[in-house]
Nanobody
Framework: QVQLVESGGGLVQFGESLRLSCAAS????????MYWIRQVPGKGLEWVSR???????EYADSVKGRFTFSRDVAKNTIYLQMNNMKSDDTAVYYC?????????????????????RGQGTQVTVSS
């Protein structure tokens, strides 16, 4: 059974840092693209960062240079280090995996209903 469990959310001040974790289980961790996604209140889901099964990492323009995606294969965990945080970063953050191995799935992971996404963790940036 696939499980994705996020942790590390909280309240931070403008310009501060936070690190999110996502513990994954129930699937071959390195065979799937994985994503960090967020949802701002009243808006749709957007992907923030993603990693290919081969380890290539990409970022949305809005977080490039501030956020860092990493993974620990031994722990089956991915991380999102968020630095120099802004008010616009306030959102619920989710981790997600693709349904199929070796391919990306931007559209799937940002659907309102998607089975391979965690429950989310709230991040609030206070000015």
């Amino acid at each position: 059974q696939v499980q994705l469990v996020e942790s590390g959310g909280g309240l931070v001040q403008f310009g501060e840092s936070l690190r999110l974790s996502c513990a994954a289980s129930g699937f071959a961790f390195t065979n799937f693209w994985m994503y960090w996604i967020r949802q701002v209140p009243g808006k749709g889901l957007e992907w923030v960062s993603r990693i290919s099964n081969g380890g290539r990492i990409e970022y949305a323009d809005s977080v490039k240079g501030r956020f860092t995606f990493s993974r620990d294969v031994a722990k089956n965990t991915i991380y999102l280090q968020m630095n120099n945080m802004k008010s616009d970063d306030t959102a619920v953050y989710y981790c997600a995996k693709c349904r199929r191995m070796y391919v990306s799935c931007d559209a799937d992971v940002t659907r309102s209903e998607y089975e391979y996404r965690g429950q989310g963790t709230q991040v609030t940036v206070s000015s």
